[in-house]
């Protein structure tokens, strides 16, 4: 279709007739396929579909008003029958290190946690992918609240919208951005509800729009390996595998989806993940919880079973939480624990934690409602 058939169509009124408010479509979260859909659905052309994508995740429009290159009339007629959502925010909370935590209610219902952790030129978004989570492990906060649903596409790039509202990154800056990292770490198991993850993680990616390549984006699992080749080919992000134990019967104690996917099933998925050569490493991570799985005969043996896969250690300190049934490694051996690693020919840095004092450290989201439930049943 030419651009004077376009605009002879745009030309005519959209057809938003009868709409209800309950039926008000959020253009957030479509693919660009379905905002092209929906929008040739009510009546205007196909390019006028590239626009809105471009105000929304390019620009940073919250309403229609702002996008300035479709007519009023236009304008007006979508405000009518879209909504640019986000989600709301309930409580946001600023560490001493400036790592920042929002408290975010999701559309459907439900609370989530996301997180940002700055850097000198740069910073991470720590971004969630469900309510709650199902997998139980024991060394989690978020683990302790059981899977209340899935997030929607719209949810989980939502996060990312309003932390760049924050941060005041619209629109999307060319050269250095302070949200230039994204981790799938927050809340929740990313692998369990792959297909909203993969469809956000997408939209996110698109060049024309928020546009974070894939080598800045890590998507941490605890395990489901079915959907870890789906991520490598679908995504193509960096993996980060949450291994913490290194033989089956501690792993399956506190990372109980260890029952279902064992190590070495873990293990042959990231031997076949797509790392492109030596250039892309597979992170394992791997808390240090004293007396459990912090010995020097635990640094061998995770020496032994990653050989051969082109990977790096993150060994996070435990951080703990109201009630938490471990304690934090002593620094020796931590230290000891990362030496051999390292001298395995195997970077291991040592995570250092970030927003404690607001409890914004891994492992330690929940949904502030659950907490005060917690507090109120206790
Ligand atoms: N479900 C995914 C995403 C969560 S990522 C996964 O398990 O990988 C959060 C990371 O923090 C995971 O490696 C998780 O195991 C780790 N973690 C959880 N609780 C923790 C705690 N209390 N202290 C330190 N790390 C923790």
Not at 65 to 92: F, Q
Not at 105 to 129: F, H, M, Q
Not at 287 to 296: A, F, H, P, Q, Y
Request: aromatic fraction near 6%.
């Amino acid at each position: 279709m030419s651009d004077t058939q376009d605009t002879i169509v745009q030309e005519r009124p959209l057809q938003t007739e009868g709409k209800k408010p309950s039926e008000m479509v959020n253009l957030v979260g479509l693919s660009r396929e379905e905002l092209i859909e929906t929008v040739t659905g009510f009546g205007l052309p196909k390019f006028r579909a590239g626009q809105i994508w471009h105000w929304i995740y390019h620009r940073g429009a919250k309403s229609f008003d702002e996008m300035t290159t479709l007519s009023k009339s236009v304008r007006a007629e979508l405000a009518k029958i879209c909504v640019i959502g986000r989600p709301d925010i309930v409580e946001e909370q600023l560490s001493q290190d400036k790592t920042r935590k929002w408290l975010l209610g999701v559309a459907g219902g439900g609370e989530v946690e996301t997180v940002y952790i700055p850097e000198t030129d740069r910073g991470a978004l720590c971004i969630s992918s469900q309510v709650g989570c199902a997998l139980s492990c024991k060394f989690c906060h978020t683990g302790t609240q059981p899977l209340v649903r899935n997030l929607s596409a719209a949810d989980i790039v939502g996060q990312m919208l309003v932390a760049r509202d924050t941060y005041g990154e619209w629109p999307s800056p060319r050269g250095s951005r302070q949200l230039s990292n994204i981790v799938m770490m927050g809340m929740g198991e990313p692998l369990l509800n792959f297909d909203n993850v993969s469809k956000a993680i997408t939209i996110i990616m698109d060049q024309e729009g928020i546009s974070i390549s894939k080598r800045r984006i890590t998507l941490s699992t605890a395990g489901y390996v079915p959907n870890i080749e789906r991520c490598g080919e679908e995504l193509g992000v960096n993996l980060a595998v949450s291994l913490h134990a290194v033989r089956d019967d501690l792993r399956d104690e506190i990372v109980p989806i260890n029952q279902k996917f064992p190590i070495k099933d873990l293990l042959d998925a990231c031997r076949r993940y797509p790392t492109a050569g030596n250039s892309r490493r597979i992170t394992f991570e791997y808390v240090m919880l004293r007396g459990v799985n912090d010995s020097e005969l635990d640094a061998r043996e995770l020496v032994r079973l990653i050989a051969g896969i082109p990977a790096k250690v993150n060994l996070i300190p435990f951080n703990a939480w109201p009630g938490a049934p471990f304690e934090c490694s002593d620094d020796a051996a931590i230290e000891k624990f990362a030496r051999i690693v390292n001298d395995a020919g195997y970077s291991s840095p040592v995570r250092t934690p970030r927003g404690r004092d607001i409890l914004a450290a891994c492992g330690q989201l929940k949904s502030a409602s659950e907490r005060a439930k917690r507090r109120t049943t206790a």
